[in-house]
Every structure is written in C-alpha cells, then in structure tokens.
Nanobody, 124 residues
Framework: QVHLVESGGGLVQAGGSLRLSCAAS????????MGWFRQAPGKEREFVAS????????YYADSVKGRFTISRDNAENTGYLQMNELKPEDTAVYYC?????????????????WGQGTQVTVSS
C-alpha cells in the first residue's frame, strides 16, 4: 500500500509561484512513474505533468508547458511540481498520483495510487 500526501497549495496572485510537494510512503514510489493532475469545479480531472521512474522523461499539458516543472527526489520519496507564472485558470485541486505500469501516462486511469489533493487558488 502506498500513501501519498500533497502539500504546498494556497492562494497566490496571478503571475506568482507555488511549489507543490507529494510525499510518498513505502518503497513503491521509486518503482513508479508519477503524475500531477488537477480538477477545477465543474470540470473533469485533467493531466498536468508526469515524470518517469528515473526522472529523465517528463511530459506536460500544453496549458502548463514552459511554466510548470515536475521533478522527483527518489531518495526522499518525494515529488514536486514547481508552478510559475500562475494564471487564474490554474485554479483547481491538484492531485499527485503514481503509476506502476504506465502506458498512456496522460490518462488518470493508468494511476494506481492518489493523494487527497491540495487546493491552488490564483486570484486575478
């Protein structure tokens, strides 16, 4: 069993930055790809970014490319999402998740474990 806990969300003005963290329990984290998703009120959960087990391969949604950076520290069992140049449309609950056998890394259904989410609110 893996337990994921996100932190670092909050209220920020447009143009500001936040860094989200995802702390994982157990050894499974280092064997899994990791992703960040977000869900705004009234909308479906959407892919934000993902990173491979080694941290070498990353993918981003077009809407965040160039502004967000995903990373991981396997020694610390922690993943990160650095968010810069935040926009009001980035407002959502952000979730981290891990996938043991990723195929389509952008699909939420590929992920086996999820955190509880952290709220990010960007004011205009």
């Amino acid at each position: 069993q893996v337990h994921l806990v996100e932190s670092g969300g909050g209220l920020v003005q447009a143009g500001g930055s936040l860094r989200l963290s995802c702390a994982a329990s157990g050894r499974t984290f280092t064997s899994a790809a990791m992703g960040w998703f977000r869900q705004a009120p009234g909308k479906e959960r959407e892919f934000v970014a993902s990173i491979s087990r080694s941290g070498i391969i990353t993918y981003y949604a077009d809407s965040v490319k160039g502004r967000f950076t995903i990373s991981r520290d396997n020694a610390e069992n922690t993943g990160y999402l650095q968010m810069n140049e935040l926009k009001p449309e980035d407002t959502a609950v952000y979730y981290c998740a891990i996938s043991m056998f990723p195929r389509n890394i952008r699909q939420a259904g590929e992920y086996n474990y999820w955190g509880q989410g952290t709220q990010v609110t960007v004011s205009s």
